[in-house]
Structure formats: C-alpha cells, structure tokens
C-alpha cells in the first residue's frame, strides 16, 4: 500500500487532518465530499491543500500498480481497497481540476461515457461484429478515425510518454502497424533479434561508450517487445511471471542452503546454479 492520499490518511490517523465521521452513503457525492473538504483551504487537511496534479501523479500510477498486484495475488479483499486507491485518484485530480475550473468530476463521467457508447456501437446501434477479434480490430479503427478528426499529429503523438517504456514500445509498435510498416512474421522479428543481439557484442569489441551499448540494448528490447506482439504475448505480463519464477526459485536456493546453515553471500556461483537447476523442477511457482 503506497502513501498516496487514502492511505495517508488510514496509515497516519484520520483525525490528523480533519475530525472523521461515519458516513454509510455508498454514492459517489460522498467521496467527493470528502475530497472537497481535504482540499478546502479553511479546515482542510495541510498536505491535500498542497498538492498538485504533478505531485498527485506518481501516486495515481503506483496505485494502479497496487490495483494489478491485488489481481495477480487473487487477494480480491485486498482489490477491493485497491480500486478504492485507485477511483479516489480520478475524484483528486478532478477536484483539483473543478478548483481550476477546468472541469469536474461529472465531467469526467460523460466523458468516458461519450466515448465507451461511440466504441460500442455494436452495443449502442446498429452495427454488427462476429467475435472478440473482429471488435478489437474494429475498435482500433474507430481510435484511428477519432485521432484523425483531432488537429493535425503524428501517427505516435498521443502514446503517453508516462507507461512504462516495454508496454509503450508495444502500442508504438501497434500503431505503426495499424498503416503497414510491421514486420510480416515472427520469424522475421527473431531474425532481428539475433542481428541486435550481434549488434551488442560487436559494439563491445570496439569498445563503444556506454551511451551507445545502453543505445544497443535498447533496441534490442525494443524488438523482443515486437517479438512478443506478434505471439500475441503480454510482455509486461510475460516479465511478471518470470520475476515471479526468479522470486520462488531463489528462496527455494535460500531455503536449501539454509538447511545446510549457509546462506547465498557464503556459497560459491557454481553452488547456487547447481541449485537453481534442482530448484526448476522442485520449486513451487509462486502464487
């Protein structure tokens, strides 16, 4: 749980700021009453008062990365809290917005609400779509017919600079494909990752800085990222489950030499990869 604006108040004690009350309105008026008065400057809370939308940002995304670990951990009691996390960061910035008078919450709501029935009209109107497949491709137009009714931008604009840079390089990807300039096959990609990974050794042999061997493995990943879009693989998810595999294998290296009254600073590599071997098959994957 991160120190965002909720669990501030839950981890520091609700009556730092303000006198707390129980309200049982389960509506979305009451939360955005509460945020009304964390942010009103006669009685408010000090550090909601200060806040910006830079400094609320970092806490919106790490809420949403508490939102995913809750989903992968199936912890659903714990997904509950963290949606909770995550909606009062939207009523944040929309109150921070409704003081610049920007727009409000309620503003936010048609907005999206505009949007899903336009990307929807197999729902909402007439058309018709076969399967999952068929609504994504056409979801993808509709983006495209959107983007294009928008003042004069390059096709990669709108990919938001703030994603992570693996799952950024994938909607680059896609969006360059969406006019033809893709690869025509997996075997193609992995044909280019052979050649970036040469690319690297041959940048070390000549003794390249360390702005261009950073440059090289850039690309290289750059390309695994394509690798995984045309498998039709998650790389972010992908990676998940790996560091999750890393994670319960070397505890099980941790638990076996402690068994033997080491630990991992006192064995020698090649202990610890005999081990890691044995704990591929003996290890339990992890939740």
């Known amino acids: 749980m991160s120190l965002g604006p909720s669990s501030f108040l839950a981890k520091r004690g609700r009556n730092r700021c303000y006198e707390s009350e129980v309200i049982r309105k389960s509506d979305i008026a009451a939360l955005l009453d509460i945020m009304r008065r964390l942010r009103d400057p006669n009685g408010g809370c000090p550090w909601d008062i200060e806040q910006s939308f830079e400094t609320i940002a970092p806490y919106t995304i790490e809420e949403a990365y508490e939102v995913a670990g809750a989903i992968e951990d199936k912890d659903w009691s714990g997904l509950k809290e963290e949606l909770g996390d995550l909606l009062l960061q939207v009523v944040y910035h929309a109150r921070m917005a409704e003081e610049r008078k920007l727009f409000d919450f309620h503003d936010v709501v048609d907005a999206i609400s505009a949007k899903m029935i336009a990307r ?28 294009a009714a928008k003042p004069a931008a390059g096709l990669l604009d709108d990919v938001t600079r703030a994603l992570p840079a693996l799952a950024r390089a994938e909607k680059l990807q896609k969006r360059m494909a969406s006019v ?30 360390h702005a261009e061997i950073e440059g090289e493995v850039g690309d290289l990943l750059f390309v695994v990222a394509n690798l995984a879009r045309h498998l039709k693989v998650d790389p972010e998810a992908a990676l998940r489950v790996t560091n999750a595999k890393v994670v319960s294998r070397f505890k099980w290296i941790e638990a076996a030499l402690e068994k033997q009254g080491r630990s991992p600073t006192g064995a020698t590599l090649e202990e610890m990869e005999a081990l890691w071997q044995e704990a591929k098959t003996k290890a339990k994957p992890a939740p």
């Open 180 to 209: 033809g300039f893709d690869w025509d096959s997996p075997e193609r990609v992995l044909d280019k990752i052979t050649e970036e990974a040469g690319e690297i050794a041959e940048a070390r042999a000549a003794g390249a800085s």
């Open 120 to 147: 929807h009209p197999h729902v909402f109107g007439d058309a018709k779509v076969e399967n999952a497949e068929a609504q994504t491709v056409a979801w993808e137009e509709i983006k495209r017919r959107e983007r």
